[in-house]
């Protein structure tokens, strides 16, 4: 079992910079693709941002191409996502998963094996 604890998310202003953590625990996350989803109210889960397990290939969703990034560290077995020129659109409970050995991101959240709490990012305008 791996168990993901997300970390970093905050009330900010519109154009402000955050840094989101995903922390793994129970396994080593080098095996894993991982992928940062977002839920608004009253709205669907969308697909963020995901990395592969294995050479750095990432995607991303149109409305936060540019602006946001993913990376990860496996020696601190650690997702990120780095998020930048932040809207009031972007409010939302952002939540962490991976999948065991991702070669292609997936944007389906039910194709991944484990999944974190999410942490919340509000943005003012």
């Known amino acids: 079992q791996m168990q993901l604890r997300e970390s970093g998310g905050g009330l900010v202003q519109a154009g402000d910079s955050l840094r989101l953590s995903c922390a793994a625990s129970g396994r080593s996350l080098s095996s894993y693709g991982a992928g940062w989803f977002r839920q608004a109210p009253g709205k669907e889960r969308e697909f963020v941002a995901g990395?592969?397990?294995?050479?750095?290939?990432?995607s991303y969703a149109d409305s936060v191409k540019g602006r946001f990034a993913i990376s990860r560290d496996n020696a601190k077995n650690s997702v990120y996502l780095q998020m930048n020129s932040l809207k009031p659109e972007d409010t939302a409970i952002y939540s962490c998963?991976?999948?065991?050995?991702?070669?292609?991101?997936?944007?389906?959240?039910?194709?991944?094996?484990?999944w974190g709490q999410g942490t919340q990012v509000t943005v003012s305008s």
């Open positions: 990395i592969v397990w294995r050479g750095g290939v990432t």
């Open positions: 998963a991976t999948r065991s050995m991702m070669a292609v991101v997936s944007r389906d959240y039910d194709s991944y094996n484990y």
